[in-house]
């Protein structure tokens, strides 16, 4: 009987308990594109450069919300040269989310090899209340990407 009536306020409880989740699934339906300006290291926020350098040496992704901007970052980790720059496709709203899509293109001349570098872009653009998708743009086939 206690064992019957634990079962029952286990199941019970976890009804109640995944009632109160929520999945928020962003469906894909045309976006409209936002307004936004790369932002250069000098000009961003002293706690934003410090998780930056913090998460530079691996592929990261995160955003920063301060009173009146919303920053988005993508760092592309480690590479193994230098030359490397970031080509920002798309920035755009939909009903329930943004889409950040980015692309890594590769060095023109590998004469930099042996220098590693850390690319990284931060855009900014208006404070949103909507969650943000990072995505990887179209592979250029020029670009190779070192580990």
């Known amino acids: 009987m206690k064992k019957t009536a634990a079962v029952l306020g286990l199941i019970l409880w976890s009804l109640l308990f ?10 894909e339906e045309p976006r409209k594109p936002l307004e936004y300006s790369i932002v250069k290291q000098e000009n961003l926020p002293a706690e934003l450069t410090a998780l930056i350098e913090e998460k ?9 919300q301060s009173e009146k901007e919303l920053f988005l970052i993508k760092g592309y980790g480690q590479q193994m040269s230098g030359g ?4 920002v496709e798309e920035l755009g709203a939909s ?12 060095p023109k001349d590998l004469n930099e090899a042996g220098v590693p570098s850390y690319p ?8 949103q209340k909507k969650p943000v998708v990072f995505r990887e743009g179209k592979a250029d086939s020029g670009s190779e990407k070192g580990e």
């Open 18 to 27: 995944l009632g109160g989740c929520r999945f928020i699934k962003i469906e």
């Open 56 to 64: 530079k040496g691996k592929e990261f992704q995160m955003t920063y």
């Open 84 to 87: 490397y720059s970031i080509q």
């Open 95 to 106: 009903s329930n989310g943004l889409f950040f899509v980015t692309r890594l293109i590769g």
């Open 120 to 127: 990284c872009i931060v855009i900014k653009t208006e404070p």
